[in-house]
């Protein structure tokens, strides 16, 4: 299990070279451009939402087939109604598997039932998000365990950072009608997982320090970025 210490009301000031990294980008583009919602543009905002909602009533454009599409598809989702259960243990394989498998879905479900307003869609992809936010240990979390072998534990960060967009999208889109106790649940779990991320890092660093930058590095950058993103928001 990894640990996670907060200074001052700082959660991620222990992040060493791979926060700084992250804060200077934050700071230029919080600085550099005004954004909507007061924060970056990464995720569905409210006036996103309303341009999406016009773009798409337009019959036969690129993004009414392409709704149309992604419609089809969280029907399926909601009708089959099978989400694999929150994975604790320390298989990456299995982890991304369930993980992907289900964030992918309540993904679609929560774009469409923002989109349309399906209170059923949006109930269902909280309830599976908050599945996995409350279990403990964390999703994800076991994953560093150091007995496993080097390259997975390497392997670990970019496992997590290829999917947690997925997490923080659909928490985006239903954190309007979420309590201050589930978001809190959330934000807790996204705070493990950028944990995770970062001691995978560092692991990373140590046994491949001459190698020099790699894709890898990029992704764990990634994972950090968005986690940041979500909850100092």
Known sequence: MVS?????????????????????????????????????NLWMTSAALAEIRIAISKPNSMHDTAYTKI????????????????YCGKDNNIFIRDASTTFNSILYLSVVGAISSNEAYLSTSKQVLLSWAMTLPPPGTMLID???????LTATGLTISRFIDRIIETYRILSASMTNTEIFFVKRWLIALGATIKASHDFWLRLYQLAGPQHILSWHIFGTLFVFSAIEN
């Open 146 to 152: 150091e007995s496993h072998p080097a390259k997975l």
């Open 71 to 86: 419609q089809v598809l969280a029907k399926q989702i909601f009708e089959t109604g099978h989400f694999p259960k929150p």
């Open 4 to 40: 996670l210490k907060s200074h001052q009301g700082k959660t991620f000031t222990h992040f060493n070279s791979l926060l700084q990294i992250c804060d200077t980008f934050w700071t230029y583009v919080v600085n550099r451009y005004e954004l909507r919602d007061n924060i970056p």
